[in-house]
């Protein structure tokens, strides 16, 4: 069973700090990985993607992939209560990449 | 900015109903697919569709699902015989190419509700 595994959180972080969130995937033949976020009710947002090993910013978001580690995470820099929702890992196989999503983990950002 | 777009926003149905839901993906997006999400349960991959044929379905997708693009702007999924455990959230996704470039958007969901 191709799994990608989440802590269900919830995460709590302060306004203004930095929120990490991490994501392991057990199928070593995944290309491409996603961080979407999804508000209670409401479809998945994509946040990034990053198929190649270490870094990639944008804006406030950072997305790590260590494939030898098969992790994933994000980094929410300068966390916003509007931040506040369910990140979803998902990884990405094949040419039509089929998306296998974890079960998310909950952020809050506090005031 | 372009986005996918789905209707109808919600279907209540009757048990053994056919329905019929509709999505357009991003107008130059070659990929469609399409998932479902049972409330509180992870997002499920049901199918793709690249060059008016599936490329990958999963087990729930059984003979009772089908998707056509039945002209240049709408996909859709059709569910033969509801059942009560098909009541979810359906989420069509398109993306521009496949593979490691392969960006999958979302579009609002269609909510199933099967009675």
């Known amino acids: 069973q191709k799994e990608v595994e989440q802590n269900s959180g919830p995460l709590s972080v302060p306004e203004g700090a930095i929120a990490s969130l991490n994501c392991t995937y057990s199928?070593?033949?995944?290309?491409?990985f996603f961080w979407y976020r999804q508000y209670s009710g409401k479809s998945p947002e994509l946040i990034m993607f990053?198929?190649?090993?270490g870094d990639k910013e944008d804006g406030r978001f950072t997305a790590q992939l260590n494939k030898a580690s098969q992790y994933v995470s994000l980094l929410i820099r300068d966390s916003q209560p509007s931040d506040s929702a369910t990140y979803l890992c998902a990884a990405g196989t094949g040419t039509a990449s089929k998306l296998t999503f974890g079960t998310g983990t909950r952020l809050q950002v506090t005031l | 900015e372009p986005e996918v777009t789905q209707t109808p926003s919600h279907q209540v149905t009757q048990m053994g109903q056919e329905v019929i839901l509709r999505c357009v993906p991003i107008s130059n997006h070659l990929y469609f697919y399409w998932y479902r999400q049972i409330l509180g349960q992870k997002v499920e991959f049901l199918v793709s569709?690249?060059?008016?044929?599936?490329?990958?379905k999963s087990e729930i997708f059984d003979d009772q699902f089908s998707v056509e693009r039945p002209d240049g702007s709408n996909f859709t999924l059709k569910i033969r015989s509801t059942k009560l455990e098909d009541s979810a959230m359906y989420f069509c996704?398109?993306?521009?190419?496949?593979?490691?470039?392969?960006?999958?958007?979302f579009g609002p969901g269609t909510r199933l509700t099967v009675l």
């Open positions: 199928d070593r033949g995944s290309q491409s």
């Open positions: 990053i198929y190649s090993n």
């Open positions: 996704a398109s993306s521009e190419g496949g593979g490691v470039r392969g960006e999958q958007f």
């Open positions: 569709f690249y060059n008016n044929e599936i490329s990958e």
